[in-house]
């Protein structure tokens, strides 16, 4: 037997300080955030007739189960190196978890802002175990954000939405990861939209590793965002954002502008997506393919089998899509769609088999 000594993976900071804007100063608060899998979806191609090679980057594998903590890890090492002594956020979900926990390995304090009974139980459960302030306001996200950016202006806080631009920064590293996997770009990456930092962080990344010779072309960006909370999509601010994956249901995002340049500048798409395509991507995920994931998720496969049968999408392309969080954050929403309850029987093997066999 081998005994094969593997480096440890030093979190996204370490692995990419020379992309990133750290110094030999910057305490690092890490929890080895990233290296997340990519994985084929060859199951889930076959079954919908998707002429395709593609990969899912699976983000629920991060310490708080999200892509945030990418993005996460360096907004609070910058905020303990200016001397911040507390973190704020307006979250949906999987941001108010990500900050609360880094807020906890810091050291520092974290208050959450949310949407009155809008943010999945997960999410929420996450937040209070890490030893968060919760504040629920009785509005929505983009109510939660403005008292978040007028809070910023108090000195020893820190505003760790991605309206700071560190989030963007350390997000883009998922970029670096896919080129590295796959030594390539993909021709392709499709992600879902909310507040549209994502979108923005991974074109950011392309855009460098293309800039300084690591990868030979861009992918095309493709973004998709809820029916009900498509703001980009219909070129308008959404006053009352609705849809099942609350992850997403922004209405007036912070990066609406650094997602259309991605878009733009990919020679990309935008496109929304409804929430019963959203349920029945989310359940097709995990029947093919084995991998849960939260509703906002299956924004982006929905939408990569629609652009795919309007021919946006050509056969054989090379398509990567974000899952952004795991589907154990929204538990009661797959619980809620599937319906289905455990067959009762006596302790009898016989009686087993009777169910098994039908």
């Keep these: 037997m081998t005994n094969m000594k593997l480096s440890p993976w030093p979190g996204v900071i370490r692995a990419y300080a020379d992309r990133l804007p750290v110094t030999q100063h910057t305490p690092i608060v890490t929890l080895l955030e990233g290296n997340t899998p990519l994985i084929p979806l060859s199951n889930f191609c076959k079954r919908h007739r998707l002429d395709l090679e593609l990969y899912v980057k699976y983000e629920a594998l991060n310490p708080t189960a999200s892509f945030k903590d990418r993005g996460m890890t360096l907004a609070v090492s910058k905020a303990v190196e200016r001397g911040a002594q507390i973190l704020v956020c307006a979250s949906t979900g999987n941001t108010s978890a990500s900050a609360a926990a880094y807020a906890a390995r810091a050291g520092i304090r974290s208050v959450v802002i949310i949407p009155y009974g809008k943010i999945a139980l997960g999410k929420l459960a996450q937040a209070l175990i890490?030893?968060?302030?919760?504040?629920?306001?009785?509005?929505?996200?983009d109510d939660a954000l403005h008292i978040v950016q007028a809070l910023g202006s108090q000195p020893t806080i820190e505003v760790v939405n991605s309206i700071n631009p560190v989030r963007i920064e350390g997000q883009?590293?998922?970029?670096?990861?896919?080129?590295?996997?796959?030594?390539?770009?993909?021709?392709?990456?499709?992600?879902?939209?909310?507040?549209?930092?994502?979108?923005t962080a991974y074109w950011k990344g392309y855009q460098e590793y293309h800039r300084d010779n690591v990868i030979r072309t861009l992918p095309r960006m493709f973004g998709f965002q809820a029916a009900g909370a498509a703001p980009i999509v219909e070129d308008r601010i959404i006053e009352h954002p609705e849809t099942i994956a609350t992850a997403i249901r922004i209405g007036n995002p912070a990066s609406w502008q650094g997602a259309k340049r991605a878009i733009k500048e990919s020679h990309g798409h935008i496109d929304k997506i409804t929430d019963a395509e959203i349920l029945e991507n989310q359940k097709a995920l995990a029947q093919s393919e084995g991998l849960f994931v939260e509703p906002a998720c299956a924004v982006?496969?929905?939408?990569?089998?629609?652009?795919?049968?309007?021919?946006?999408?050509?056969?054989g392309a090379l398509v990567v899509a974000t899952m952004t969080g795991h589907g154990l954050k929204d538990p009661q929403t797959a619980i809620e769609q599937i319906d289905i309850q455990p067959h009762v029987c006596p302790p009898d093997v016989q009686a087993v088999l009777k169910l098994i066999n039908g």
């Excluded at 030594?183 to 994502?198: F, S």
């Design 130 to 141: 890490y030893g968060a302030q919760i504040i629920a306001i009785e509005g929505n996200f």
């Design 172 to 199: 883009k590293t998922a970029a670096f990861e896919i080129c590295d996997h796959l030594g390539r770009a993909p021709d392709v990456h499709a992600l879902p939209v909310g507040n549209a930092g994502n979108i």
């Design 300 to 315: 982006a496969l929905a939408g990569i089998r629609k652009a795919f049968s309007q021919g946006l999408i050509p056969s």
